[in-house]
């Protein structure tokens, strides 16, 4: 089974950026999709977006274009997601997931983002 | 965008009870919907992919159902494990969505 490891749970203030990292303990890393999925504190699952890192090609929800950046690094097998303009609606946990919806479908342990002033 | 909905939002069933929880979807979306149970403090695992394969490890008493708009998740026999959120996911179009998730909580 593949395991999903993330960052660490960060606090940012209003207006700042977060970026959060995501690495597969194993399997392929370029052959699945790496998504981003955030879940504010009590809610459902939100997407954010994903990103195919054997073509490089990315997908965003709407209402996170502009403000999100999923991107992927080869040489470390790491998958990213920044977040900018931080408000206070966008403290939750985030989760990578591999594959979402596959059978190949795994999820990482979540990093908490706090936003606060 | 798809939207999903899920019903009921909240199930409540003793052990040993058959569960059975309705993904409805806004638009056809195929086979392209998958079944995730999220418990208290944990991340989202994978339960059904293509509306009706079981992921690697899910117990047979899971199984999924369905196809265009109408999508279920069965248990067929509660165990205390089972008790837990449950969310349907669309990835059959942009941008990909979740339903709003079904509670099965203790009787």
């Known amino acids: 089974q593949v395991h999903l490891v993330q960052s660490g749970a960060e606090v940012k203030k209003p207006g700042s950026s977060v970026k959060v990292s995501c690495k597969p303990s194993?399997?392929?890393?370029?052959?699945?999709?790496f998504n981003w999925v955030r879940q504010a504190p009590g809610q459902g699952l939100e997407w954010m977006g994903r990103i195919v890192p054997i073509f490089g090609v990315t997908n965003y929800a709407p209402q996170f274009q502009g403000r999100v950046t999923i991107t992927a690094d080869k040489s470390t097998t790491t998958a990213y997601m920044e977040l900018t303009s931080l408000r206070s609606e966008d403290t939750a946990i985030y989760y990578c997931a591999r594959g979402l919806g596959t059978e190949a479908d795994s999820w990482g342990q979540g990093t908490l983002v706090t936003v606060s002033s | 965008e798809i939207v999903l909905t899920q019903s009921p939002a909240t199930v409540t069933l003793s052990p040993g009870e058959r569960a059975t929880l309705s993904c409805r979807a806004s638009?056809?979306?195929?086979?392209?919907l998958a079944w995730h149970q999220q418990k208290p403090g944990q991340a989202p695992r994978l339960l059904i992919y293509?509306?009706?394969n079981r992921a690697t490890g899910v117990p047979a008493r899971f199984s999924g159902s369905g196809s265009g708009t109408d999508f279920t998740l069965t248990i067929s026999s509660l165990e205390p494990e089972d008790f837990a959120i449950y969310f349907c996911h669309q990835r059959s179009s942009w941008p990909w969505t979740f339903g709003q998730g079904t509670k099965v909580e203790i009787k």
């Open positions: 293509e509306a009706s």
């Open positions: 194993g399997g392929s890393f370029t052959s699945y999709s």
């Open positions: 638009q056809s979306v195929g086979t392209y």
